[in-house]
């Protein structure tokens, strides 16, 4: 990261002659004398129409180009300091100079602490506690409102919409896309907030379709919804160690659903870090504290402030309508959201110096290496879970051939690994603290523990492809031949046969499950052509453990044990007890479909 390279488009180059009406100077710690980056200057008219903005660089100095000669108000805010204002004179034929000495000022923990269950106040400026933080919470929000509508930087995002499982939060299923575009309005999607105010957060269009809306920069800055939402200053339940909240609700009741939520601070610099929110006054049918979303925050070094994540979580309803009566079942979650992966300048469109790529924030990274616990041997293919405070999955990455994986954190945090491999015990490891900008190694050694199963059948008749080819017509189920599963690609299978399947879903560390017509969702019983899968352990791995997934010719879902075909019928009851189980996923090999031999797994030696 080269730090100077933002310079070149925050002190923008004036043309000739333009001196007599340009504004220079310095900004700097009052204490110190230390020259202050990253401060944001504002040049308005008399009647406090803002002309020009620009951010100090790394020599604390500005140039701002006034349009005519004549009284204007300089405004210079940083967070951790007092804002200052000047009114000063632009002169034909001379350039104004001025120093700006910024007094340093500290967010009064002891106060807030004392305070934080004070009254909600209208207007954050109003209240000694919630105006101070409100401070460094509004400069952050004005400069990336800036930033955004000067278009300075280019960025390379990804997207991702995904679905998620209603009880777990577990992914089901998800769709990325990257592109490179430069930044000019906020990432997610938002209205006016005057048609916010009037029309609320949630909207319902003529299809029935729902459409949810975010507060960005523009709307948290406005007069609507300062005025319409009061403030508090919170310190409970941080999520981060040090963090202050800046805490809003709606002032008053209406009919229109609304934003709750927390903006959070760093306590030891005054630093926007995120915004968490949730909607109010929800329909009946619609109301979970899990809808909602996340802001995350970040400085550009020595530029301004941009959203660097964004997630935002909506239902998805299913309506059964029986006889005179309407029934509404939440079936998952959807999340649409999105990371900014690199920054660099606008005016270098092409990156023709990749070093000047800028960073965002300080990434976190957590690498090792899985090896075998008795012989020292480096084990490929691990699967490499990164766990969460609450053991949910967030991140997960296979070991390369020497055995060694690299998974990028959502930020600092404490976490464990989970890892599972062919032929060893899963293990999980002890929980480790990873801070801002850290790279954390954690070797990973796994016993081993070679699975035991049923063998599998060697040479099974044609008939077994002429029979899938008739159960293609049933009503009931799914069914993926060779057409579909060539669509593939670099998934596993159980990733695919979930994708493809509206009430099949997959976990990670879990191997498949269903969602039943009744009851909870619950494990299928596998079939490999024709034959029940059984585990020395009763675990139901990753089908790619059992298979060559290139050998996979087909596989069939079936959800409702009562309903099965006739292959599966008889042998899925005689295992369960007489029962009929949850459902069935079959899978057919070349071996099933009279291609050759069954491609078993083979226990790799520990």
């Known amino acids: 990261m080269v730090r100077s390279t933002l310079l070149v488009v925050l002190l923008v180059a004036l043309p000739a002659g333009a001196a007599s009406q340009v504004v220079v100077g310095l900004a700097a710690d009052a204490q110190s004398g230390a020259p202050l980056d990253g401060a944001f200057v504002t040049l308005s008219d008399e009647n406090g129409v803002p002309n ?20 204007y108000h300089l405004r210079i805010e940083r967070i951790g300091y007092q804002a200052i204002e000047r009114t000063l004179t632009v002169e034909q034929g001379r350039a104004a100079e001025i120093t700006l000495r910024l ?54 995002l990804v997207k991702w919409e995904r679905e998620l499982d209603p009880r777990s939060l577990e992914i089901r299923a998800e769709s990325r896309n990257e592109e490179v575009r430069t930044l000019d309005r906020s990432p997610f999607a938002s209205r006016p907030a005057s048609e916010l105010q009037e029309l609320g957060y949630v909207r319902e269009d003529e299809d029935g379709y729902l459409s949810f809306y975010a507060p960005d920069a523009t709307v948290l800055l406005s007069d609507e919804f300062l005025d319409g939402h009061c403030f508090r200053a919170r310190t409970d ?13 709606p002032a008053e009741r209406s009919s ?15 630093e926007l870090r995120r915004l968490d929110y949730s909607y109010t006054r929800l329909p009946a049918n619609l109301r979970d504290d899990r809808m909602g979303g996340q802001v995350d925050f970040d400085r550009i070094p020595e530029g301004p402030w941009i959203v660097s994540r964004w997630a935002i979580r909506m239902p998805e309803i299913e309506t059964r309508r029986i006889v005179v009566r309407t029934y509404t079942n939440l079936i998952s979650i959807k ?22 790529t800028l960073q965002v924030g300080d990434s976190s990274i957590v690498t090792g290496t899985v090896l075998a616990e008795d012989s020292g041997q480096r084990v490929s293919a691990a699967l490499v879970g990164l766990l969460g405070q609450q053991d949910d999955p967030l991140r997960t990455a296979r070991s390369d051939t020497s055995g060694v994986f690299e998974l990028p954190t959502p930020g600092p945090g404490r976490y464990r690994l989970r890892v599972e491999a062919f032929g060893f015990s899963p293990t999980e490891t002890e929980a480790f603290l990873v801070g801002q900008g850290d790279t954390v190694s954690v070797d990973v050694r796994l016993a ?7 063998p599998l059948v060697v040479s099974v008749f044609n008939e077994n492809r002429v029979g899938f080819e008739r159960r293609k017509n049933l009503s009931w189920g799914t069914r993926l031949g060779p057409d579909i599963l060539a669509e593939r690609g670099d998934m596993t299978l159980n990733e695919f046969a979930a994708r493809r399947t509206p009430w099949l879903s997959w976990r990670p560390f879990e191997g498949l499950y269903l969602f039943p017509p009744r009851g909870r969702s619950c494990s299928p019983m596998i079939f490999i052509d024709g034959k029940v899968l059984r585990t020395a352990t009763g675990i139901q791995p990753e089908l790619d453990r059992w298979l060559d997934p290139e050998a996979v010719r087909a596989i069939e879902v079936y959800r409702d044990g009562s309903l099965l075909p006739a292959p599966f019928h008889g042998l899925a009851r005689l295992e369960n007890g007489g029962r009929p189980p949850c459902g069935v996923v079959a899978v057919w090999t070349t071996a099933g479909f009279g291609e050759g031999e069954t491609p078993g797994p083979t226990t790799p030696s520990p």
């Not at 339940?237 to 609700?249: T, Y």
């Not at 690199?342 to 092409?350: G, N, Q, S, Y």
């Open 448 to 454: 081993a523990s070679p699975f035991e199963i049923d």
């Open 103 to 156: 007094v340093p000022q500290a967010i009064p923990l002891e106060g807030i602490t004392v305070e934080t269950t004070s009254r909600c106040e209208i207007r954050p400026e109003t209240g000694r506690l919630t105006a101070r933080l409100w401070d460094d919470v509004g400069t952050a929000l004005r400069v990336a409102r800036w930033s955004e509508s000067e278009g300075l930087l280019r960025f390379r």
């Open 52 to 71: 020009a903005r620009s951010l100090t660089n790394a020599s604390g100095r500005f140039s701002l180009r006034a349009p005519a000669s004549g009284r």
């Open 256 to 270: 229109f659903a609304d934003v709750e939520g927390v903006l959070w601070v760093d306590g030891s610099t005054g």
């Open 237 to 249: 339940d941080p999520p981060e160690d040090g963090w202050i909240g800046l805490a809003f609700e």
């Open 335 to 356: 999340e649409a959201g999105g990371e900014v992966l690199e920054v660099w300048l606008a005016a270098d469109p092409v990156r023709t110096a990749p070093d000047r």
